[in-house]
């Protein structure tokens, strides 16, 4: 019902676009994306001068944004069945169940050459490959950092030593003030210091190791944060951790980019990279990062065409527009060579820590990982069982889980 | 012609004429359901034994290219000879990856300019794709220890003709693929139509010259109608049984020869081409299904193994056995509707209320492409294996029986005793989660209707100062969406922040963590949800509280009686009718109350105050398992039904108050 004045706009738009050059057979690429606010209008505006660049060719590029929430279940639901777009905008994460479930996204792997997979970040370049094969583009990245307030901490800690020190200084817990909040409970977090530890969740290949040596040194050194140190709150939620912040409550954060978005206008904040682990022989903590891919679909009328604009959203012209006035973090390499990128703190920050983030797992059986995961992280932290006794049942849980799914 | 003997009431219905239609229509029924069958198992026959050929074929082609190194000339020559060889391909063409290269090629295209070796063109990214596709099923198959993904594809043309790939290794690895495009088969000749219409004519023409000598004996007509019937379908089953058996020992028997074939024609190209002939060629493992594990019905030595193909003949019969049952029950039932006259009363109802049932018909045809559509699919879904990795595939592939409802109903390991004599519960077992949804729903129905009635009671005081203001406040939470109450509730029962906890402590007490035991985290989502659930109760007790003649009430103090007596003499009974209906209303409600446990407890912790809903819902979105959380709904669909059977009962019950 909303749509219907947009969609009889782009009838009428579409109507005086044949109407002005009858003599061209039309190519339309259909984009889908999450996209609002600024990040939609750097968008539009890419597009906007893509469609300029491309009207003699007759190709034309339409944007429909749909809502997040719906955004994944109805790619999966229109695009096997030819109802759905030319591209689309997407993390990685649900990546790996559509190709499983086939139909849905076309390999790119043909069309790509050297060029256009170096002139991205090599993590985000590995994030849109599953089995070996490209599956798309990555347009931008999203990772969890430091974020301080610069009056409780003049200078960041660069190593988990400097962090327990500055926190344990700053932590009263009576008066609810604490040196370090993060959601450390939720596993996405709590994945940085695990991969810094040299943990993961999958063996190279998809057999899940949540009970990895490594994964258990991780979970032990959050343990000492939290009790030996004390410089962490209790049950962090994220709505706890932004008000904790914005009080001025909690010095030293780790989120991502849309937690800028809920600092309070007065706080004076900068961003440093996630500090080295001197529990770890000195190796940075390693988030993980989530890449929006631009993705041809499987059902395309137009690939080849479809494949060029994903080329030329993933560009350094575009990334520039969407970095400087979308507030995207592009994957794009060269962008960050520009003035006015390299000046921004914000995006330079991103930058530094992206180069040892991990790229997300985008295995179909990652999402059965998350809720034993949880399980025993809240196990963990309420100190209900050992660290390596719960990463067992977890571990246990999900290769049930996982054999549940792949027995045939 | 049923409803025109049922038409004119006035005459006796003609049980022969019924009973001819009746056999008639069901033995049409039987043998066309049973022709098509047997078409499509034919034609099936004829696809799988052409699959097999074919996967013969481009084995022995892959051991040759592989023998040849994949890339070079080498492999153009015994391409070049393996072609000659096979006049049945109409195209064979072998790509490597590095480089995107179109290594060999037979197709009339790829000459002049086009031949191989070359880069591939924009247009062939498909042939790539496929290949890419090979290498990722053989790699993720070795990787998982499972054969789940098709490591030979088949794809059937328009023509009906095959278009097949196989992987190419070199050192372990898939570095190319081979793919060859075969003839069109010949086609395959349908079942005689003459035979099965005999099998209808002649069971009919017996039945109406029997009727000549039985005359309107009902019950006599009924059971011969019945037999004939059954000899129809039995007849035409065997039939149709012995003659899918001759074809599989044909195909069995033509497998065996192409295998010894192509063995030869391969050790023969490797010695032309001094190939590496060792290890020597196993003929027999060509023989095997998309997963390259063979199928064994060819041995080594070229033979058959007979106990192979008697075990799958036997397979055959069980199915055709199954179909039968089916076919057989469905026309049984056709005729007896027919025969004792269900049809000719059905056609008499339709017409007689015409005008109803044009109107019912547009609500009729919403319901069934919204309701039961969706529901029976479910129900379907609920058979299946279904898991993110087969969503597109058949229904019928995927079919698992009752095995989903047999892992849900019949695991009765709730708890176990641990090494140190303690009881550990399994929070993921069905009937704990039964228990904790039983129990969740008990103790808030409850709730809800005690303090939903007490503040009824409160408000209903006459001469009460500022009552609507009161109401409304009492009625907020009602109001508010429910998503929001149970978050801000959440937040109250934080460990450090929590306003619930910040109370304890303001007494003295220690700050509880709510959500590391069941029992604690259970009470947070009784909590939220009893704020929620008493504006309702609230509401409908006033209404029935204001509608109470104050009569009763006068009446009752001049007799003597005490304000407890008037209470449960005159005012509860009054309520009855007005809050059993609620309280119904209000079960099946909580019983599948998602988002409060959702949102507040999340579970937490472990799984153990999770309800059926959300445990079904994080079958089917977290654990990908569509199939098992359909079967999960539907037992507590099940279980719905159950409960409104009983409900059914009391309301019928309180209507007479």
């Given amino acids: 019902m909303k749509l219907t004045p947009r969609l009889s706009l782009a009838a009428v738009a579409a109507l005086a676009a044949s109407l002005a050059a009858p003599a061209l057979a039309q190519k339309e690429i259909v984009v889908w994306h999450a996209y609002r606010a600024e990040e939609k209008a750097a968008l539009e505006k890419v597009v906007a001068a893509y469609n300029q660049a491309n009207a003699a060719k007759g190709i034309k590029v339409t944007t429909l944004a749909v809502p997040y929430d719906a955004f994944a279940d109805k790619i999966t639901a229109a695009v096997p069945r030819g109802k759905g777009p030319d591209v689309f905008i997407y993390a990685q994460d649900r990546l790996g169940g559509w190709i499983e479930a086939g139909n849905t996204v076309e390999p790119i792997d043909f069309f790509l050459d050297k060029a256009t997979k170096d002139r991205f970040i090599p993590t985000t370049m590995e994030a849109m490959t599953y089995r070996g094969t490209v599956w798309g583009l990555p347009l931008d990245y999203k990772v969890i950092t430091m974020i301080y307030n610069k009056k409780l901490v003049p200078v960041p800690p660069k190593t988990s030593k400097e962090l327990v020190a500055v926190a344990r200084k700053l932590t009263d817990k009576k008066a609810g003030r604490f040196g370090l909040a993060y959601s450390y409970s939720d596993y996405y977090y709590h994945a940085a210091l695990q991969n810094g530890f040299g943990g993961r969740v999958f063996d190279p290949g998809p057999k899940p190791v949540l009970n990895a040596p490594e994964n258990v040194k991780a979970m032990e050194l959050l343990m000492r944060w939290l009790d030996t140190d004390g410089i962490l709150p209790a049950e962090p939620s994220t709505a706890l951790i932004t008000s904790l912040f914005n009080d001025g409550r909690a010095a030293i954060v780790f989120s991502g980019p849309w937690f800028l978005g809920e600092i309070a206008k007065g706080i004076d904040y900068a961003l440093a990279p996630l500090p080295t682990l001197d529990e770890a022989g000195g190796k940075p903590m390693r988030p993980w990062m989530t890449v929006e891919g631009v993705f041809v679909t499987a059902q395309s009328k137009n690939k080849d065409a479809a494949y060029d604009f994903a080329k030329v959203l993933t560009d350094t012209p575009a990334a520039r527009v969407m970095a400087l006035e979308g507030r995207q973090t592009p994957a794009n390499k060269a962008v960050y060579d520009d003035p006015a990128v390299a000046k921004d703190p914000i995006l330079s920050a991103f930058r530094k820590q992206v180069e040892v983030a991990i790229p997300m797992p985008n295995l179909p059986e990652m999402t059965m990982v998350w809720s034993p995961a949880t399980t025993a992280m809240n196990t963990i932290v309420k100190k209900s069982a050992t660290p390596k006794a719960a990463l067992d049942a977890a571990e246990k849980a999900v290769l049930r889980d996982v054999a549940g799914l792949r027995k045939r | ?657």
């Fill in chain 2, 1 to 657: 012609m049923s409803a025109r003997a049922g038409d004119a009431p006035e005459r006796p219905p003609s049980h022969r004429l019924r009973f001819a239609v009746g056999l008639l229509v069901a033995s049409a029924l039987a043998v066309g359901v049973g022709y098509r069958l047997l078409d499509g198992a034919l034609a099936q026959g004829a696809r799988s034994a052409e699959d097999r050929r074919a996967n013969v074929a481009i084995r022995a082609l892959a051991e040759v290219v592989d023998r040849a190194g994949v890339t070079g000339d080498a492999v153009r020559a015994a391409v070049a000879a393996w072609a000659k060889d096979h006049p049945q391909q109409a195209a064979i063409k072998v790509v490597a990856f590095d480089g995107l290269s179109l290594e060999a090629s037979t197709d009339p295209a790829d000459t002049g300019d086009e031949a191989a070796p070359r880069r591939l063109r924009r247009e062939e990214k498909d042939l790539y794709d496929r290949g890419q596709r090979l290498r990722a099923a053989v790699e993720t198959n070795r990787a998982e220890g499972a054969s789940r993904k098709d490591e030979v594809e088949r794809a059937r043309l328009a023509d009906g003709s095959l278009s097949i790939a196989a992987p190419l290794e070199k050192d372990g690895a898939v570095v190319g693929l081979v793919q060859v495009q075969r003839r069109p088969p010949p086609p395959v000749k349908p079942p005689s139509w003459l035979t099965a219409l005999s099998y209808v004519a002649v069971p009919v023409a017996v039945f109406l010259l029997a009727g000549l000598v039985v005359g309107e004996r009902r019950a006599v007509l009924g059971v011969l109608a019945v037999v004939l019937l059954a000899g129809t379908v039995w007849g035409y089953g065997a039939q149709s049984a012995a003659k899918l058996e001759r074809g599989r020992r044909a195909v069995e028997e033509g497998i065996a020869g192409i295998v010894r074939d192509e063995g030869a024609k391969a050790s023969a190209i490797l010695a032309s081409l001094s190939l590496p002939a060792e290890p020597p060629l196993d003929p027999a493992r060509w023989d095997a299904d998309a997963f390259r594990r063979p199928y064994g019905v060819v041995r080594s030595d070229g033979s058959v193994d007979e106990a192979k193909v008697a075990a799958s003949a036997a397979r055959d019969r069980t199915a055709v056995r199954n179909a039968l049952l089916l076919v057989g029950g469905v026309s049984l039932a056709v005729l007896l509707f027919v025969g004792l006259g269900g049809a000719s009363a059905f056609v008499r109802t339709v017409r007689t209320n015409r005008v109803a049932y044009t109107y019912v018909l547009p609500a009729m045809a919403g319901m069934v492409v919204l309701v039961f559509f969706p529901f029976l699919y479910g129900i379907a879904i609920s058979f299946t294996d279904s898991t993110i990795y087969n969503t597109n595939a058949p229904l019928t592939d995927i079919w698992v029986g009752f095995k989903n409802y047999v892992s849900i109903l019949s695991d009765f390991h709730v708890a176990t005793r641990d090494a140190d004599g303690t009881l550990v519960f399994n929070y993921l077992n069905f009937y704990w989660t039964l228990w904790v949804t039983v129990a969740w729903t008990v103790t808030n129905v409850t709730i809800g209707v005690t303090v939903g009635l007490f503040l009824a009671l409160v408000l209903n005081t006459k001469g009460l100062a500022l009552k609507p203001v009161y109401r409304v406040l009492l009625i907020l939470p009602w109001a508010m969406p429910n998503y929001i109450t149970a978050l801000i509730w959440k937040g109250m029962f934080h460990q450090q922040f929590g306003v619930v906890n910040q109370v304890i402590q303001i007494f003295g007490g220690s700050p509880v963590s709510w959500f590391e035991t069941p029992f604690t985290s259970f009470l947070t989502a009784l909590a939220t949800n009893g704020w929620l659930s008493f504006p309702f109760m609230m509401v409908v007790s006033l209404g029935a509280l204001q509608s109470i003649p104050s009569d009763l009430y006068e009446a009752a103090r001049v007799d003597g009686a005490s304000r407890w007596q008037q209470f449960t003499g005159i005012t509860l009974p009054s309520l009855k009718p007005a809050l059993v209906p609620a309280i119904i209303l209000s079960v099946v409600w909580t019983f599948n109350m998602f988002n409060i446990i959702y949102l507040v407890t999340q579970g937490e912790p472990g799984g153990s105050t999770e309800i059926l809903i959300t445990q079904a819902y994080k079958f089917a979105f977290e654990k990908y398992r569509y199939g098992y959380a359909a079967a999960y709904s539907t037992v507590i669909f099940g279980i719905l039904v159950v409960y409104g059977t009983f409900q059914n009962r009391v309301t019928r019950a309180t209507e007479g108050i």
